[in-house]
């Protein structure tokens, strides 16, 4: 049985997600992992409030 990690690292947009469509595709399990960083998230905040 084929197995698949996704990790989703800066948002957790499902829809048209690239690595999940082809995870899904090609694999008969698959499991998401989200990992709160906030070495990621925190300069998101700052693009946020540039827009």
């Known amino acids: 049985m084929k197995k698949a990690l996704v990790?989703?690292?800066?948002?957790?947009?499902?829809?048209?997600?690239?690595a999940l469509h082809h995870a899904l595709k090609n694999n008969a399990?698959?499991?998401?992992a989200f990992i709160f960083d906030t070495d990621i998230?925190?300069?998101?905040?700052?693009?946020?409030?540039?827009?």
């Not at 399990?29 to 998401?32: A, F, G, S, T």
């Not at 998230?41 to 827009?51: G, I, N, V």
């Open 29 to 32: 399990q698959v499991w998401l």
């Open 7 to 18: 990790w989703l690292r800066r948002d957790l947009r499902l829809y048209d997600n690239t």
């Open 41 to 51: 998230l925190d300069p998101l905040k700052s693009e946020d409030l540039d827009a």
